[in-house]
């Protein structure tokens, strides 16, 4: 081992080696972990199925969580959203496009600094054939300021799909799951605090600039980079139109038709499978009114050996809420 | 579940838990969170094994990769780095436990491949048929991969601006 490798195995946590002493936390988590199994078990043997452990409750209930089965063989209600469908438009998709743009810009801008959204993500566990669970997602509201202080507050959605299973707890829709305060300079984010672009070249570049895409880059992750961009940005309607108008160039972006997001608003779908040779399909949904930016949404369609979840499923969405907070 | 079971998966957390620990550390910057997702995955690995799943450090590691992945989509700092982590592409920040800021600063420079391989080898101190079965390559290309993170992060440091060489303790006094 040379001087910088030695440097660099003592930048690691002090004390922290493979076979140091556990922790006082380390072990008082093993006696919680195996200390209610053998009732447990025994529940699980008589009916088939796994209860989770009160001792597992508290990471439990950290929600949003859950995990799939097989979808063709478990009602997909029990577990995770349910696909979305979509309603072919009649009109060609550049048509679509340019209508949504249009109607984006003659959106007047919404300065805010909150940002407000659902949001629910599966767990994967690698090899699990766990048939747990409900789907509850989260309510997340950013408030920032101008000094870039400001907080982010996630509490406990309703219970969307699914049900608790016996011995399993869900949070009560609004209890407070996490609050994280940042004083000024200190908020975290990818993009930096000038207004994002109002024209279709300019946002490609903006993109590109902030999130790190290059030239390989595919729709599947200007996809991404929008949603990100959303996830800190109120976007007037002239840049939601700036937005429209980038993908609308972009290869294989389609517009899928329309479908009702999460929220059950009805809005239009536009869709891409660039991404990890068409394992995920993005979605962002557009209100068709307004161009405004309702939901983004990933599904796994299959073709990842490392993500062993059956497929196709729903991965991750985002559901964006304008109404300001309180 | 029986004793032996319940001691067969004392020993497997003995033998793990800094281990696990450890990586998430290097993922997630927050020793306290990392705490967490720890102690989470060895809750999933418990159910594992209860409904008769093997349990193994590869796939424990890949838990706790899922469960890093899931902490970055709940601090809703950046999907884009969760769904790396989906896609097995961690780790995501050079955690900041140490204070030697010219190796943070050499580190972030490389990529995530670099980086987790520098980590599993000299934080982790995971040997190379460990690595090499976490990710799923040979022992040849571990150490390919590990020279090659070598090299780099030598080259960063080594291209580096050197830190301002500190006051003797007389320039001190002389400087107020």
């Known amino acids: ?326 | 579940m029986d004793d032996a079971a319940a001691a067969e998966f004392s020993a497997f957390y003995r033998q793990n838990h800094n281990l696990i620990l450890l990586a998430s550390i290097g993922r997630v910057r927050d020793r306290h969170t990392a705490e967490d997702i720890t102690s989470e995955a060895f809750h999933i690995a418990w159910r594992h094994r209860q409904r008769g799943g093997e349990l193994s450090l590869p796939w424990l590691y890949g838990v706790m990769r899922n469960l890093v992945g899931k902490e970055y989509r709940r601090s809703a700092r950046s999907r884009r780095l969760a769904e790396r982590v989906i896609a097995f592409e961690p780790p995501l920040e050079f955690p900041a436990e140490s204070d030697d800021e010219p190796l943070h600063s050499a580190m972030r420079k490389l990529r995530p491949g670099d980086r987790e391989i520098l980590f599993m080898a000299y934080w982790e101190e995971l040997t190379g048929p460990e690595i090499a079965e976490i990710l799923s390559i040979s022992q040849e290309n571990v150490w390919v991969r590990l020279s090659r993170a070598r090299a780099k992060l030598r080259r960063e440091f080594e291209q580096a601006p050197l830190p301002p060489t500190p006051l003797t303790s007389t320039e001190a006094v002389a400087n107020g």
């Open chain 1, 1 to 326: 081992m040379d001087d910088l490798e030695r440097r660099f195995a003592l930048a690691r946590p002090k004390g922290l080696t493979r076979d140091a002493p556990l922790s006082d936390r380390a072990e008082a988590d093993l006696v919680s972990i195996l200390g209610d199994s053998p009732k447990r078990d025994r529940r699980a043997a008589a009916d088939g199925r796994w209860r989770w452990p009160a001792a597992a409750l508290a990471a439990a209930a950290a929600l949003s969580v859950l995990a799939v089965v097989n979808i063709g063989q478990v009602p997909v209600a029990a577990a995770v959203p349910p696909a979305l469908e979509f309603v072919p438009l009649a009109a060609a998709d550049h048509e679509v496009l340019a209508e949504l743009s249009v109607n984006a810009r003659e959106q007047a801008a919404l300065p805010s600094t909150a940002i407000r959204y659902e949001s629910w993500s599966v767990t994967i566990v690698p090899g699990s054939d766990t048939s747990e669970l409900f789907v509850q997602p989260e309510e997340v509201t950013l408030l920032r300021d101008s000094r870039d202080a400001g907080e982010i507050t996630v509490r406990a959605g309703g219970l969307r799909w699914g049900a608790p299973a016996d011995g399993q707890r869900s949070a009560e829709p609004g209890e407070l799951l996490r609050r994280s305060t940042y004083q000024a300079g200190e908020f975290p984010r990818l993009f930096p605090a000038d207004e994002p672009p109002v024209n279709a070249a300019e946002m490609r570049v903006y993109l590109q600039q902030n999130l790190g895409l290059d030239a390989t880059a595919t729709a599947g992750d200007y996809f991404n980079g929008v949603r990100d961009l959303r996830n800190e940005w109120s976007l007037s309607g002239a840049q939601t139109a700036a937005v429209i108008e980038m993908l609308a160039v972009m290869p294989g972006v389609q517009v899928a038709g329309t479908t009702q997001d999460r929220l059950g608003r009805t809005g239009v779908a536009l869709v891409t499978t660039s991404r990890s040779g068409g394992a995920f399909r993005d979605v962002l949904i557009v209100d068709a009114d307004t161009g405004a930016l309702l939901t983004s949404e990933v599904d796994y369609l299959g073709g990842l050996p490392e993500i062993t979840l059956p497929f196709p499923t729903v991965l991750t969405y985002i559901a964006w809420k304008d109404t300001p907070p309180e």
